[in-house]
């Protein structure tokens, strides 16, 4: 690619520490790209001693993809391009031991870890629900906070119940020989921090980082970072601070004030050229973070052309919102001959997307749901999974427990019971239980017969596993369960086992793609397992192929995508900003996120809000968002603002006009 002058001087500096101030559309993923390959071509570093981390597996495959164009698929090969929670995975399988665990540790999902807390607090009679739970453990291992010294500080009861949760479940997780998602990240700083020969192996390897989006980073994701190259301080870092809008996940929009103070000989460069919007998107939006402190200014611009003017459309109340917005995404594929992908529809909160849904389908426009379930939510999918986690580690309680009825052994809830207690007092996994003589002191009969059965089944699948071809193992575990049948007979219609049967089709298929890595190698069943496990953490539905429909999704989703024409509705005081987010540094995300969704748009910006909107089954006046006040007056074009007999006219002229634009199309 052609660089500019602040690009090129990016890609060249490699002296000290560097900041990559980066606005929206300005060519950051082209700058670390063209910096890996310089490095490589004519600063003659080793692939393997550079390290990027982006935040999702698509933006790391698309970085790939690039670099493979550039360098060659072996060099490629050999560069280390990834996520943060990937890149601690790898530390960890490299060396388990010294974070307490074995080989073949399992990653439990979200899900599964809510599972284990559910039960936990069942078994300690807590009052705590189990998500709040999962929200509080998740914030004390971000921190580096233990179980013991949670429990010291612990300042209310629902704290010092949550500590104790915490206790348990970290002592179930190592006996399980299991980790968490925020494991990944926690387990190596916490090594790397601690086992100086760890810590010093890494650094010797480490030569260049790079890490994209950096303001999306959290205090554990920053102290990974730091302990990687601390020997050599070759650091660049790309981000904006008017972009951190995932301070609910931890970022820290301050985190480039810490930068600067860890390292004060950080050089900052920025990037202000914008290649994506007109002049006048880019205006507005400017206007817009303007009223947000900075440590570093920045104004972006742009050479394509003035633009469109920013539309405001002020409409009656929800339903008409989406009619309007509607009618106008047909009217405008019509007129300009372009697809239905090329508009997308931006809300603050996913209950907006109701009203607009219906008015697209009573149009006939198609259209997508970016953020929906993921293939990994369906029942089926997460059975197979259980299943295939069993083969690889056998004492996963969470997958025994799973799929030990599934499908139906007649092994029921007063079994389970019975051995997870008899477990928890022998200090052993599910699995090991049913192999002990002692089981016998708590099941009898059928009910014993049944758990041993299951469990010589798993070890004999297991060893087969590790000995034959992966794949033929896996399909006659599925064979030998009749999983097929079981999904005939328990899907409510014959549709829904028809798709139910897709999945399972679909998922092994991946799995034997998965089996051969990039170098041509055989890969082991357990790191097929853990890559599944990891890309349903990360990567949600992300490989999906592009529909030719309306893009629908949430401000926060889309970060990091571009649409020839957006509109954003629902700018309302109480809806954007949100009412739970009105204290200033809330308030000051909530700036981002306007400023996030204004920048999506690359020749069509269009706001809309409503008079009424209905609240809890009444309708009631609205205010509008603050921060259309800002934006500037003289590339405004504002729709039916004060209801007049005119303003009203050329609503309805607009109407009529779509109505004899829908008859031409019959």
Same mark, same amino acid.
């Given at each position: 690619?052609?660089?500019?002058?602040?690009?090129?001087?990016?890609?060249?500096?490699?002296?000290?520490?560097?900041? @990559?101030?980066?606005?929206?559309?300005?060519?950051?993923?082209?700058?670390?790209?063209?910096?890996?390959?310089?490095?490589?071509? #004519?600063?003659? =570093?080793?692939?393997?001693?550079?390290?990027?981390?982006?935040?999702?597996?698509?933006?790391?495959?698309?970085?790939?993809?690039? $670099?493979?164009?550039?360098?060659?698929?072996?060099?490629?090969?050999? $560069?280390?391009?990834?996520? !943060?929670?990937?890149?601690?995975?790898?530390?960890?399988?490299?060396?388990?031991?010294?974070?307490?665990?074995?080989?073949?540790?399992?990653?439990?999902?979200?899900?599964?870890?809510?599972?284990?807390?559910?039960?936990?607090?069942?078994?300690?009679?807590?009052?705590?629900?189990?998500?709040?739970? #999962?929200?509080?453990?998740?914030?004390?291992?971000?921190?580096?906070?233990?179980?013991?010294?949670?429990?010291? !500080?612990?300042?209310?009861? #629902? %704290?010092?119940?949550?500590?104790?949760? /915490?206790?348990?479940?970290?002592?179930?997780?190592?006996?399980?020989?299991?980790?968490?998602?925020?494991?990944?990240?926690?387990?190596? @700083?916490?090594?790397?921090?601690?086992?100086?020969?760890?810590?010093?192996?890494?650094?010797?390897?480490?030569?260049?980082? $790079?890490?994209?989006?950096?303001?999306?980073?959290?205090?554990?994701?920053?102290?990974?970072?730091?302990?990687?190259?601390?020997? /050599?301080?070759?650091?660049?870092?790309?981000?904006?601070?008017?972009?951190?809008? =995932?301070?609910?996940?931890?970022?820290?929009?301050?985190?480039?004030?810490?930068?600067?103070?860890? =390292?004060?000989? $950080?050089?900052?460069?920025?990037?202000? #050229?914008? *290649?994506?919007?007109?002049?006048?998107?880019?205006?507005?939006?400017?206007?817009?973070?303007?009223?947000?402190?900075?440590? /570093?200014?920045?104004?972006?611009?742009?050479?394509?052309?003035?633009?469109?003017?920013?539309?405001?459309?002020?409409?009656?109340?929800?339903?008409?919102?989406?009619?309007?917005?509607?009618?106008?995404?047909?009217?405008?594929?019509?007129?300009?001959?372009?697809?239905?992908?090329?508009?997308?529809?931006?809300?603050?909160?996913? !209950?907006?997307?109701?009203?607009?849904?219906?008015?697209?389908?009573?149009?006939?426009?198609? *259209?997508?749901?970016?953020?929906?379930?993921?293939?990994?939510?369906?029942?089926?999918?997460?059975?197979?999974?259980? =299943?295939?986690?069993?083969?690889?580690?056998?004492?996963?309680?969470?997958?025994?427990?799973?799929?030990?009825?599934?499908?139906?052994?007649?092994?029921?809830?007063?079994?389970?019971?019975?051995?997870?207690?008899?477990?928890?007092?022998?200090?052993?996994?599910?699995?090991?239980?049913?192999?002990?003589?002692? +089981?016998?002191? &708590?099941?009898?009969?059928?009910?014993?017969?049944? &758990?041993?059965?299951?469990?010589?089944?798993?070890?004999?699948?297991?060893?087969?596993?590790?000995?034959?071809?992966?794949?033929?193992?896996?399909?006659?575990?599925?064979?030998?369960?009749?999983?097929?049948?079981?999904?005939?007979?328990?899907?409510?219609?014959?549709?829904?086992?028809?798709?139910?049967?897709?999945?399972?089709?679909?998922?092994?298929?991946?799995?034997?793609?998965?089996?051969?890595?990039?170098?041509?190698?055989?890969?082991?069943?357990?790191?097929?397992?853990?890559?599944?496990?990891?890309?349903?953490?990360?990567?949600?539905?992300?490989?999906?192929?592009?529909?030719?429909?309306?893009?629908? +999704?949430?401000?926060?989703?889309?970060?990091?995508?571009?649409?020839?024409?957006?509109?954003?509705?629902?700018?309302?005081?109480?809806?954007?900003?949100?009412?739970?987010?009105?204290?200033?540094?809330?308030?000051?995300?909530?700036?981002?996120?306007?400023?996030?969704?204004?920048?999506?748009?690359?020749?069509?910006?269009?706001?809309?809000?409503?008079?009424?909107?209905?609240?809890?089954?009444?309708?009631?006046?609205?205010?509008?968002?603050?921060?259309?006040?800002?934006?500037?007056?003289?590339? &405004?074009?504002?729709?039916?603002?004060?209801?007049?007999?005119?303003?009203?006219?050329?609503?309805?002229?607009?109407?009529? %006009?779509?109505?004899?634009?829908?008859?031409?199309?019959?």
């Amino acid at each position: 690619m052609a660089l500019n002058p602040q690009q090129l001087a990016a890609v060249k500096h490699t002296d000290t520490p560097l900041l @990559v101030l980066a606005g929206a559309g300005s060519g950051k993923t082209g700058v670390i790209t063209e910096k890996i390959a310089y490095l490589i071509e #004519q600063k003659q =570093y080793s692939p393997r001693s550079i390290i990027a981390v982006t935040f999702t597996n698509k933006a790391a495959q698309e970085m790939k993809a690039r $670099l493979t164009k550039k360098l060659g698929a072996s060099v490629v090969r050999q $560069l280390s391009v990834s996520t !943060f929670h990937r890149l601690g995975l790898n530390i960890l399988r490299e060396s388990p031991e010294p974070a307490g665990l074995r080989k073949n540790f399992t990653i439990l999902d979200q899900s599964d870890a809510l599972t284990i807390l559910k039960e936990l607090i069942r078994e300690q009679n807590s009052p705590l629900e189990e998500r709040t739970a #999962q929200s509080m453990i998740s914030n004390w291992k971000s921190a580096f906070i233990g179980p013991e010294k949670a429990l010291k !500080f612990a300042d209310s009861d #629902q %704290a010092t119940s949550a500590a104790l949760l /915490f206790r348990d479940y970290e002592q179930w997780l190592r006996s399980c020989n299991s980790v968490d998602f925020d494991d990944l990240i926690n387990l190596p @700083v916490v090594v790397l921090s601690e086992n100086a020969e760890m810590r010093e192996k890494w650094q010797g390897r480490v030569r260049h980082l $790079l890490v994209d989006e950096y303001q999306d980073t959290n205090e554990s994701q920053y102290a990974l970072m730091r302990l990687l190259m601390d020997k /050599f301080g070759a650091l660049t870092v790309v981000g904006d601070d008017d972009q951190s809008i =995932y301070s609910w996940r931890g970022a820290r929009p301050d985190g480039l004030i810490t930068l600067k103070d860890d =390292y004060p000989n $950080l050089r900052v460069i920025k990037l202000e #050229q914008n *290649y994506r919007s007109s002049q006048r998107i880019l205006k507005a939006a400017n206007a817009v973070i303007s009223h947000n402190p900075h440590l /570093f200014e920045k104004k972006l611009w742009s050479d394509l052309g003035i633009g469109d003017e920013i539309c405001i459309s002020v409409c009656r109340h929800g339903l008409d919102e989406a009619d309007w917005v509607a009618g106008q995404i047909l009217m405008r594929q019509y007129q300009k001959q372009c697809a239905f992908s090329d508009f997308a529809i931006l809300y603050r909160s996913n !209950f907006q997307s109701r009203h607009f849904e219906k008015a697209l389908r009573e149009k006939n426009i198609p *259209y997508q749901i970016t953020g929906g379930s993921s293939f990994f939510d369906k029942a089926e999918v997460k059975d197979m999974l259980a =299943y295939l986690k069993l083969l690889v580690n056998p004492d996963d309680d969470t997958a025994f427990i799973r799929v030990v009825n599934t499908p139906r052994r007649e092994i029921g809830p007063n079994t389970m019971m019975k051995l997870g207690d008899y477990a928890r007092t022998r200090q052993t996994s599910l699995f090991a239980a049913c192999h002990e003589m002692g +089981l016998e002191s &708590v099941l009898s009969g059928k009910p014993l017969a049944r &758990v041993q059965g299951f469990a010589n089944w798993l070890t004999v699948q297991g060893d087969n596993a590790q000995r034959g071809d992966p794949m033929a193992v896996v399909n006659e575990v599925f064979d030998a369960i009749h999983f097929r049948d079981w999904l005939e007979t328990s899907a409510d219609t014959p549709k829904a086992a028809e798709k139910m049967l897709a999945s399972m089709d679909e998922l092994l298929e991946w799995m034997q793609r998965l089996m051969v890595d990039e170098e041509q190698k055989d890969r082991s069943l357990n790191e097929v397992v853990n890559r599944l496990c990891l890309h349903d953490m990360l990567s949600r539905q992300e490989d999906g192929k592009p529909l030719n429909a309306v893009n629908m +999704l949430t401000l926060h989703a889309a970060k990091g995508l571009e649409f020839p024409q957006v509109y954003m509705v629902g700018m309302e005081e109480d809806l954007m900003p949100h009412k739970n987010s009105l204290e200033d540094e809330a308030i000051e995300e909530e700036r981002r996120l306007a400023y996030v969704g204004m920048t999506r748009a690359r020749h069509r910006l269009t706001l809309t809000r409503c008079r009424t909107r209905q609240r809890y089954g009444e309708s009631s006046l609205t205010e509008p968002s603050r921060f259309l006040a800002d934006l500037p007056p003289e590339d &405004v074009i504002t729709i039916g603002d004060t209801g007049t007999n005119n303003e009203e006219r050329d609503r309805q002229a607009g109407q009529d %006009a779509l109505a004899s634009l829908k008859e031409l199309l019959k």
